[in-house]
C-alpha cells in the first residue's frame, strides 16, 4: 500500500511595502503618459517612467498602482488607454484552419494581425484596434458587438453530443470552422435529420460586447434544406448568404392590387408607338423582358436607335412595400434551375415583362447614331408600345446567317433586325476604336434532366445577336449617364476603376513564362495584349482578373473596361435596383418634377457589415449622425450609401450562385466513372496547383503530394511549381492530363492527381 506523502504548507507571499509617492509624482506620471500617441501598457509605462521621470523601479511600481486604484484612463486591463487616441477597426479573416484566422485593418488592408487561436471568434467579427507603445502594429483592444447573428451549420459528428452543453456544430461556410454549442432545448429535430440537413442557429450572447473566450452559444432556429440535394442546396445558398427569398405580405398586397393589363388612363399623355416594330431578342430561358429595340435608317450613314425600357417606376414608388423589398434585394439573383426575382411575379413575367403583343409603358432612349459609332443626338421620353415579337438570340443569329428556321421566326421583321445588324457592325468598329477590354470568357450552364437531376454542362452560346442587343444597351445607358450629368442631377454610376499596380506586376509575373509583357497598363496596352492572347483562355482569365470590379457610386470617374467618360444602368429595371432608380431621375426631369433624392428604407445592418460592403467602403462601427438630406451634402450621403448597398447585394448574389453551381459540379463528378482527364493549370499556391477540365467546365486543385514523387518548390517570384529530382517544372498555362481524386461535396472541392504533365520543358537537374 503506497504511503501518503505530507503536503508541504506554502509560505504566504511577503508583503512589500509600498514607497509613498506625493501628488506631484502623481501629476507627473499622468501628464507624462497623458502626452503619448499611443496607449500605454503598465509595463512599459514603469520602464517609462523611470527613465523619464528618474523614479526607482518601487516608485514607479507604486506610481502605477496608485493610477489603477485611481481608475485613471481606466477600461482596459494592464494599460492605460488613451482618450485622445482614435480606434481604428479590423474584420477577422476566416481560413479553412482555425489557426490561420487573422485580423485585417480595414483602413489599411496590408496591415494583417495574428489572432489567438484560442479566442471564440468568427469571420467577419469586427475587432477594436488601438495603437500601442513598442508595437509596430496595432493591438487588439476587444470586440465589437457581433452584427452577424445567424449562422448555416451542420452537425459536427454523432459522437459530439455533450450532455452539459448541447450539440457542437460548425458552419458550413469552409472558411469558417469554429465549433459552437447549441442549446439543448424544444423543437429540436431527430439526430437522423439533423445529420441529413443544414439548418440556421442564432448565436446566443450574455451580453452585447462579446467574450472572446469560452464557448459560442447558439440556439437551433429552423431545418434549412437537405445538404445532399440540389434544391435543398439553392435554399441552404439563400440563408447562407441571407438572401431575401420571400416578399412581405404587403409586397405581395400590392402587387395584387395592381391590374393585369395596362390601365388605358395610364396611357394618357405618354407617346404612343403600339404601331413601331419593336421585338425583344433573348435567351430561350429568358422571361423576364426589359428591353426591346427598333433602329431605321436615316440619311445616309445615319441611323436613328430606339431602345424601349420597362417602366418599372411608374409602379414602384419611393418608399411603397414594392420599393422597400426591391431595396432589399438589390437585384434578382439566378440559380442555375431558378431564379429569386427583385420584383413579384405579377411585374416581374407580366405588367412590367414587354410581352409580345400587349401594350406596355416604357422609358424611350431614342438616340441618332452616326456612321462613327458616335451618338449625335438623344432624347427620352415616355411612351406606351407593343412588342411585335419575342425573339431569341438563336433565331436571329440564324436568320441573319440565311437559316431558314431563323427566318421563319423573325417572318417579316427581317429588314429591321438587318438595319440592327448593320448598325451594330457601326457600333463595333467605334468600340474597337476607342480600345474597349472584350474578354472571350466562358459563361457555363448547367443541364438537367426531367427529373432534376444534374447530366451535365454546356458552354453558354454567344454569338452577334447577344452582342447587337449589348451595343444597343450600351447606347441607352451611356445617354442616360449623359442626360443627368449634363442637369446636374445625382445618380449611381456604374464606374470602373484603371487596375492596380500590384495585380499589374502579378499579370507580368505570369505573361514572362510566355515571353510576354505588359510595359502600357491603358486601356490601349491592355486591350491590344487580349488580342495577342486570344487563343489563351488561361492568360484571358488572368487579364480579367487583373481588372478592378465595377461599382456603383455617385461619384463618377468613368468605366475603364468600356472606355465611358459616363456610363450608368439604366436597362434592366426589373431585375437591378440602379436602373430603378436612374428611371426615377430621369422621369423627373422629363416631367419637369422635383429633385428626386432617394432613401434608405430597410435595415440594411448585416448587409453594410459584410466583406463585400466593408471593401466598398462601408464602416458601420463609425456610424455618425450625417448631414440632413435636406441639404446636398445630405442628398449625396444616401446615394453614396446606396451605391454601396447595391454593389454588396450584386456582389453577394454572385458569390450565391457561384456557390450552387460549385455544389452543382461536385455532385456531377460524384457519379462520373474514375477516368482521365485533359486539363490545363489555372493557378498554383505553395499547396499544389489549380486546375480547369478541356471538355467539361469543371475546376479542381491537385496537392504537392500528386504532382509527381519528387519534392516540389513553389516560386512565387515566377509563379512555377519545381522538382530538382523530376527536373521539372508546372507553369500556369500547362496542359495536364489528370484523373479524379476525391469529391467534397461538403466543401465544394474537387481533387485530381496527375497522370502525365503535357510538353512543357523540363528544368535542368542541379548538381
Not at 317 to 334: F, I, W
Not at 395 to 411: R, S
Not at 678 to 703: C, N, Q, R, W, Y
Request: charged share 30%.
Amino acid at each position: 500500500m503506497a504511503t501518503r506523502r505530507k503536503a508541504k504548507s506554502r509560505k504566504p507571499a511577503p508583503v512589500v511595502e509600498m514607497p509613498d509617492i506625493s501628488p506631484e509624482q502623481i501629476e507627473s506620471a499622468k501628464k507624462l503618459i497623458l502626452g503619448q500617441d499611443a496607449d500605454v501598457p503598465y509595463q512599459v509605462a514603469k520602464r517609462f517612467l523611470t527613465e523619464t521621470l528618474e523614479m526607482t523601479k518601487a516608485e514607479a511600481n507604486a506610481t502605477v498602482v496608485k493610477l489603477y486604484e485611481e481608475g485613471f484612463l481606466a477600461g482596459e486591463k494592464n494599460v492605460f488607454r488613451l482618450p485622445n487616441v482614435e480606434s481604428r477597426y479590423g474584420v477577422v479573416r476566416g481560413a479553412r484552419f482555425r489557426d490561420d484566422f487573422t485580423v485585417m485593418c480595414q483602413d489599411d488592408p496590408d496591415t494583417i494581425i495574428p489572432l489567438n487561436p484560442d479566442w471564440s471568434v468568427l469571420p467577419g467579427d469586427v475587432m477594436e484596434l488601438r495603437p500601442s507603445m513598442c508595437r509596430t502594429q496595432p493591438r487588439i483592444a476587444g470586440m465589437m458587438p457581433r452584427i452577424q447573428k445567424r449562422w448555416v451549420c451542420k452537425l459536427v459528428d454523432e459522437d459530439q453530443w455533450d450532455s452539459w452543453k448541447g450539440w457542437i456544430v460548425r458552419p458550413l461556410n469552409a472558411f469558417a470552422p469554429v465549433l459552437m454549442v447549441m442549446e439543448p432545448q424544444d423543437g429540436i429535430p431527430e439526430f437522423s435529420e439533423l445529420t441529413q440537413s443544414a439548418f440556421e442557429v442564432e448565436l446566443v450572447e450574455d451580453s452585447e460586447t462579446p467574450n472572446v473566450r469560452g464557448d459560442i452559444k447558439c440556439r437551433f432556429v429552423k431545418i434549412v434544406g437537405n445538404r445532399f440535394d440540389p434544391l435543398g442546396e439553392i435554399a441552404i445558398a439563400a440563408a447562407e448568404y441571407d438572401l431575401p427569398v420571400e416578399f412581405s405580405p404587403q409586397t405581395l398586397a400590392e402587387a395584387d392590387a395592381l391590374p393585369d393589363e395596362v390601365d388605358p388612363a395610364d396611357i394618357r399623355g405618354r407617346y404612343d408607338l403600339r404601331d413601331v416594330p419593336f421585338v425583344t431578342i433573348d435567351g430561350e430561358d429568358a422571361r423576364d423582358f426589359d428591353d426591346a429595340v427598333y433602329c431605321q435608317k436615316e440619311a445616309e450613314g445615319e441611323w436613328r436607335l430606339l431602345v424601349a425600357i420597362a417602366d418599372v417606376s411608374h409602379y414602384v414608388r419611393p418608399k411603397s412595400a414594392l420599393d422597400t423589398d426591391a431595396q432589399r434585394r438589390g437585384t434578382s439573383v439566378y440559380f442555375p434551375s431558378s431564379v429569386v426575382p427583385m420584383l413579384p411575379e405579377k411585374l416581374s413575367n407580366g405588367l412590367c415583362s414587354l410581352n409580345p403583343n400587349v401594350d406596355r409603358l416604357v422609358l424611350v432612349c431614342d438616340a441618332v447614331i452616326n456612321d462613327k459609332g458616335e451618338t449625335t443626338a438623344y432624347q427620352f421620353f415616355e411612351g406606351v408600345i407593343r412588342s411585335h415579337a419575342r425573339l431569341t438570340y438563336t433565331e436571329v443569329w440564324d436568320a441573319l446567317q440565311g437559316g431558314n428556321t431563323g427566318k421563319d421566326a423573325v417572318g417579316a421583321l427581317l429588314p429591321n433586325i438587318e438595319t440592327l445588324y448593320e448598325l451594330f457592325k457601326v457600333l463595333r468598329k467605334a468600340r474597337k476604336a476607342r480600345h474597349t477590354l472584350d474578354f472571350e470568357t466562358v459563361e457555363t450552364q448547367a443541364i438537367f434532366d426531367e427529373d432534376g437531376h444534374i447530366t451535365g454542362f454546356k458552354e453558354r452560346d454567344h454569338n452577334d445577336a447577344h452582342r447587337l442587343i449589348e451595343e444597343c444597351m450600351l447606347v441607352a445607358n451611356t445617354c442616360a449617364a449623359d442626360f443627368v450629368s449634363l442637369n446636374k442631377r445625382e445618380t449611381l454610376y456604374r464606374v470602373h476603376d484603371k487596375p492596380e499596380e500590384d495585380r499589374v506586376r502579378t499579370l507580368n509575373t505570369l505573361l514572362g513564362n510566355y515571353g510576354l509583357k505588359l510595359t502600357d497598363p491603358s486601356a490601349a496596352g491592355l486591350s491590344e495584349l487580349v488580342e495577342k492572347t486570344r487563343d489563351n483562355p488561361v492568360l484571358q482569365t488572368a487579364i480579367l482578373r487583373t481588372m478592378s470590379r465595377a461599382c456603383y457610386t455617385p461619384d463618377n470617374i468613368g468605366h475603364f473596361g468600356l472606355q465611358y467618360e459616363k456610363y450608368a444602368h439604366f436597362t434592366s429595371p426589373i431585375r437591378r435596383y440602379p436602373d430603378l432608380l436612374l428611371h426615377r431621375v430621369v422621369r423627373t426631369l422629363i416631367t419637369n418634377r422635383v429633385v428626386y433624392s432617394p432613401t434608405v428604407v430597410i435595415d440594411d445592418t448585416q448587409l453594410m457589415a459584410g466583406r463585400h460592403a466593408r471593401a466598398l467602403g462601408s464602416r458601420p462601427e463609425n456610424k455618425k449622425d450625417g448631414p440632413s438630406r435636406q441639404t446636398r451634402e445630405g442628398r449625396h450621403a444616401a446615394w453614396a450609401h446606396l451605391g454601396i448597398l447595391c454593389s454588396a447585394a450584386e456582389r453577394r448574389a454572385d458569390d450565391a450562385s457561384r456557390d450552387v453551381m460549385n455544389y452543382l459540379k461536385c455532385q456531377y463528378m460524384i457519379d462520373q466513372p474514375k477516368k482521365q482527364y485533359e486539363a490545363v493549370v489555372t493557378g498554383m499556391i505553395p499547396a499544389g496547383v489549380f486546375v480547369s477540365l478541356k471538355d467539361i467546365a469543371i475546376e479542381g486543385f491537385v496537392h504537392i503530394s500528386r504532382l509527381g514523387w519528387g519534392y516540389w518548390e513553389f516560386d512565387e517570384k515566377h509563379l512555377t511549381m519545381e522538382s530538382a529530382e523530376q527536373m521539372e517544372r508546372y507553369r500556369i498555362g500547362d496542359d495536364l492530363t489528370v484523373a479524379l481524386e476525391e469529391v467534397d461535396l461538403e466543401n465544394r472541392r474537387i481533387s485530381f492527381t496527375v497522370v502525365s504533365h503535357g510538353n512543357r520543358p523540363r528544368r535542368r537537374r542541379r548538381y
